[in-house]
């Protein structure tokens, strides 16, 4: 019976557990960039429904802000009509008074009415158009919003798909960069959401 040959197994096993304790150290970097990952998707998540509620908002208010335009025109349409009897009662007064006859005293209490109402008219007006101006700089304040909350949203997104590329490739610095990208996000989020 020949002898056993014997095969050197510490020269194979020595390659065989480097490239193990590689490949763990790789595998170990697939958790943070996992849980990073997964944080980052709910800041975007969160950032987005900002965003969306800010622009709905801001849609709401333009409206308002058009239907109290439309109230202001209305009453200034309305103005320039009393403006109008008011003059056509000045000129019968005159025409009265070119005939050499006193107007009757009706005329000069109509123009007076006319001249009331109008100031009347215009202050509404004015009060229209100071709501609207409120209604319009209140949206575009959340526009602004809008748009910080989407710029969030966009730099969680490229450091989700950072993310995913250092998975992937299971390189740190790709993911290191991933966290910086994100963390701005986050901060640009949480800014936007104090203020």
Request: avoid cysteine; charged fraction near 25%; charge should be negative.
């Amino acid at each position: 019976m020949p002898d056993e040959t014997e095969i050197e197994t510490e020269r194979v096993r020595e390659p065989i557990e480097e490239r193990l304790e590689h490949d763990q150290k790789r595998v170990a970097l697939l958790r943070p960039i996992a849980l990073t990952t997964a944080i980052l998707a709910a800041v975007a998540a969160v950032a987005a429904l900002q965003s969306g509620a800010a622009v709905n908002m801001a849609l709401i208010l333009k409206t308002e802000a058009a239907r109290l335009q439309t109230e202001a025109s209305d009453q200034w349409a309305y103005y320039q009509a009393k403006g109008i009897k008011a003059a056509i009662q000045a000129a019968t007064r005159s025409a009265w008074l070119a005939a050499g006859k006193q107007p009757p005293a009706e005329h000069e209490a109509e123009m007076r009415r006319y001249t009331v109402e109008q100031e009347e008219i215009k202050r509404a007006a004015e009060e229209k158009e100071r709501q609207r101006d409120e209604k319009s700089r209140e949206a575009d304040h959340l526009l602004h919003r809008h748009h910080s909350f989407a710029n969030a949203v966009a730099l969680t997104q490229v450091s989700i798909a950072l993310g995913a590329v250092a998975a992937l490739t299971r390189i740190w610095w790709v993911w290191l960069g991933s966290l910086a990208v994100g963390g701005t996000g986050i901060v640009l989020f949480v800014l936007n959401l104090v203020r």
